[in-house]
């Protein structure tokens, strides 16, 4: 097999969407009224991304069927869920009230900004509308991209892991908008959505949705589990870190947008916590505050600091971190997998954004 290439994988799905919104068949059935949906969704898949969803579902694939006989299914599984990943994000940024995403406007204010016409709230509320509904068009395109070259008998496998994994981030969705805000201590609740959210959604499920289209042993897909969410918590983890502590020229994202939103985040459960008194106050009125300012961001840090509360994560993450690799010591995947999956796992925990 060789050893497996990430950044291949990456340009060979980058390739397969781009080629999938250079398609004249693509119009087929789409007014000219609809073109600039298109151009938007385009601009928005094409321009930046880390692609792990895809990268991992290659590696799943790859993991139960190390040489495939045509890549080209392979890339449209994996270019698919890049797809759908771009509908969740779409949504997601109506929700939180993000204007930047990967350092460019989000969907919604790009939207708004096609209709000068309708000037203030006006405007933004068809930002919002239009928002939702490209995102559900993104996601009749994930579906085109998936099924488009797999075999009936793949598909048997593959879709219930894909509807499993719809399922999931809807709850994990959900679960964030219904305790955004709830300033609580409450960490059972922060781990559910790190659980839903990011370990299923971002590193399991992508891979056991690769596993099923190859065909992988169940002792496979056992070792892609004990892999995948322990890397996923990791990876939600350094999220949230870079929620308050990242660079936004390299994050893409204000640092004020998680705390303005008030994410219900391990980082807050714990520091509320271990706060003292009036660090819990200070933390209670900054944390969703909608007009929050740098300065007082900087407040959060230094009681995120103080409390020991970013020690305490960074330590979970190299627990997290420690166990996917533990789970990599296995003869159930080929080495080539294992190695790059470890990469990942690094990549996961050390990034900067």
């Known amino acids: 097999m060789g050893m497996v290439d990430l950044e291949e994988i990456r340009a060979e799905v980058d390739s397969a969407l781009a080629g999938f919104f250079d398609r004249a068949t693509l119009a087929g059935g789409i007014e000219p009224h609809s073109d600039d949906m298109i151009e938007v969704i385009e601009g928005f898949v094409l321009t930046g991304g880390k692609r792990i969803r895809p990268v991992l579902c290659a590696l799943g694939w790859l993991a139960a069927d190390p040489q495939p006989r045509c890549r080209a299914p392979l890339i449209g599984l994996a270019a698919g869920l890049e797809m759908f990943h771009a509908a969740i994000l779409i949504h997601d940024d109506v929700m939180d009230r993000s204007a930047t995403r990967r350092g460019r406007p989000t969907v919604h204010r790009v939207m708004a900004g096609l209709r000068p016409d309708r000037g203030g709230q006006d405007g933004e ?38 509807a499993q994994m719809r399922h999931e ?4 969705q959900y679960l964030d908008l219904h305790s955004a805000g709830a300033r609580s201590a409450d960490a059972d609740l922060a781990e559910m959505i790190i659980r839903y959210k990011t370990a299923y959604y971002t590193v399991y499920r992508p891979l056991s949705i690769g596993a099923a289209a190859g065909n992988a042993s ?12 322990p890397v996923g918590k990791a990876f939600q983890l350094r999220d949230d870190l870079l929620g308050v502590f990242g660079d936004p020229l390299l994050t893409g994202k204000p640092v004020t947008d998680d705390a303005r939103e008030g994410k219900h985040t391990a980082l807050i459960a714990h520091a509320l916590t271990t706060a003292s008194s009036p660090q ?19 407040t959060v840090r230094e009681i995120l600091t103080t409390t020991g509360t970013v020690r305490a994560v960074e330590n979970l993450i190299t627990d997290h971190h420690r166990a996917a690799l533990a789970a990599l010591e296995t003869p159930h995947l080929p080495t080539e997998v294992a190695e790059a999956l470890r990469t990942i796992a690094d990549q996961a925990v050390e990034r900067d954004r």
Not at 169 to 172: A, C, F, L
């Open 125 to 162: 509320w068809y930002g919002t509308c239009a928002a939702i509904v490209l995102g559900d068009l993104a996601l009749a395109w994930a579906d085109k991209l998936t099924c488009g070259q797999l075999s009936a008998e793949q598909l048997g496998r593959v879709l219930p892991q894909i």
């Open 218 to 229: 169940r002792e496979t897909t056992r070792v892609l589990h004990h892999y995948g969410m």
């Open 280 to 298: 819990a106050v200070k933390l209670g009125q900054l944390w969703g505050k909608p007009d929050i300012t740098e300065s007082e961001v900087d």
């Open 169 to 172: 981030v809807t709850i994990g």
